[in-house]
């Protein structure tokens, strides 16, 4: 993996980009039925209600637990990945609330960005090795979650274009 070491602007950008998430999804599932918010999406991908929950857990247990980690904990934590097929199944997302879901990323996503805005200059480059990936670093982070949403909002979008509904 190649760290981003991003100067104080940049990192801020790249944080005020990562608070726009919960909005987005708020603004794309606006008005949908309770019927539609569990129709999974193109190629088998997430329903609106399973989007938001796996952005929920996603946000608390994976990247909320390695900031902590590689903030509080030992060093070089090893730091297990975040199997979210796995976790969407056991979490029965379907048979949850849409806006719990959303209520609930927007809570950890902004507890996040909070941890992440109050690192100093040394602590970005705090690492450890994460399951699947090597090693990370605490600014690695960030563009990872920025890469995560990214993904995840090109397929909430196909999920709309899918039902002939507007993405903008």
Excluded at 16 to 30: D, G
Excluded at 32 to 41: I, P, Y
Excluded at 56 to 77: H, N, Q, S, V
Excluded at 155 to 161: K, P, R, S, T, V
Aim: net charge negative; proline share 4%.
């Amino acid at each position: 993996m190649r760290h981003l070491l991003l100067d104080a602007s940049d990192r801020a950008t790249l944080l005020r980009e990562l608070e726009t998430m919960p909005a987005f999804l708020q603004k794309r599932f606006a008005g949908l039925s309770a019927e539609d918010t569990v129709l999974e999406g193109p190629g088998g991908t997430f329903s609106p209600v399973e989007q938001c929950w796996h952005l929920a857990d996603l946000e608390r247990e994976g990247f909320g637990a390695r900031i902590r980690r590689l903030l509080e904990e030992e060093e070089e934590p090893a730091l297990p990945d975040f199997d979210g097929a796995r976790v969407a199944q056991i979490g029965n997302y379907r048979s949850r609330s849409l806006l719990e879901g959303l209520a609930a990323f927007r809570s950890a996503r902004l507890a996040n960005l909070e941890r992440l805005r109050g690192v100093d200059a040394d602590q970005w480059s705090r690492g450890g090795t994460q399951e699947g990936v090597g090693r990370v670093m605490l600014c690695d982070l960030p563009q990872m979650m920025a890469e995560h949403d990214a993904a995840h909002r090109a397929e909430i979008d196909a999920w709309l274009a899918s039902r002939g509904r507007p993405t903008t």
